[in-house]
Nanobody
Framework: QVQLVESGGGLVQPGGSLRLSCEAS????????MGWYRQAPGKQRELVAD???????NYADSVKGRFTISRDIPKNAVYLQMNSLKPEDTAVYYC?????????????WGQGTQVTVSS
C-alpha cells in the first residue's frame, strides 16, 4: 500500500516562502494524480494544486502565480513551492495521491504539516 510523508511546514511572515515535500513509499504505478490540499480552522478541506501522471497541473485561483507544484518521478516525490505567502494561507497542508478505483477514485493522504503565516 501507499504511504505519504510530508515535510517542510512551519512559521513564516507574510510575504515569505516555504517549500513542502511529499515522498511516497510503496508503488504508485497507475496513479492518476498527486497534489496538495489544505484545511484551515472551521473550513472544509480544499484543493491547492495537483499534477497528473501526464504532467498537467491545476491550481486553486487563490494561489495562482504564487505557488508551484512539481514532481521528481525517480524519487516518488512531489513538492509545493509557496511564495508571497499571506495570512489566509494558514492551514494544515495534506499530500494526496489519487488512483482509479472501480467507477470512482481511491485517495491516499499524508499526515499533514502545519503552515502558519503571521507577523
Amino acid at each position: 500500500q501507499v504511504q505519504l510523508v510530508e515535510s517542510g511546514g512551519g512559521l513564516v511572515q507574510p510575504g515569505g516562502s516555504l517549500r513542502l515535500s511529499c515522498e511516497a513509499s510503496g508503488s504508485i504505478f497507475g496513479v492518476y494524480a498527486m497534489g496538495w490540499y489544505r484545511q484551515a480552522p472551521g473550513k472544509q478541506r480544499e484543493l491547492v494544486a495537483d499534477i497528473t501522471s501526464g504532467g498537467v497541473t491545476n491550481y486553486a485561483d487563490s494561489v495562482k502565480g504564487r505557488f508551484t507544484i512539481s514532481r521528481d518521478i525517480p524519487k516518488n516525490a512531489v513538492y509545493l513551492q509557496m511564495n508571497s505567502l499571506k495570512p489566509e494561507d494558514t492551514a494544515v497542508y495534506y499530500c494526496n495521491a489519487k488512483f482509479p478505483y472501480y467507477s470512482d477514485y481511491a485517495n491516499y493522504w499524508g499526515q499533514g504539516t502545519q503552515v502558519t503565516v503571521s507577523s
